[in-house]
């Protein structure tokens, strides 16, 4: 295995820096803010209840069953936006 080369500047390293502080600074990263969670999630989920509701029991809610094959439509719709929100999750 090849060595490495020295150099022939062999001053060396200071570990003060000059006049620089070395405390930690948070640095604020623009998280996701709570509001926008819960309308990814709240869609997410209603999505998926309004198709389970409508698998389990359509026929039997006049609402549901005047809707017909909408139902799909309107379910899939918020799952779909919800996981569409979720490329703008930080």
Do not use: C, H
């Not at 389970?52 to 026929?59: E, K, L, R, T």
């Amino acid at each position: 295995m090849p060595k490495a080369k020295v150099t022939k500047d062999s001053r060396p390293i200071s570990t003060a820096s000059s006049g620089a502080s070395r405390t930690p600074v948070k640095i604020n990263t623009g998280g996701t803010p709570m509001w926008y969670k819960v309308i990814m999630f709240g869609l997410m989920i209603l999505g998926l209840a309004w198709l389970i509701v409508f698998y389990i029991a359509g026929s039997q809610i006049p609402f549901l069953a005047e809707l017909g094959p909408w139902n799909y439509l309107i379910g899939f719709s918020g799952l779909i936006a919800g996981l569409l929100m979720t490329m703008g999750w930080r």
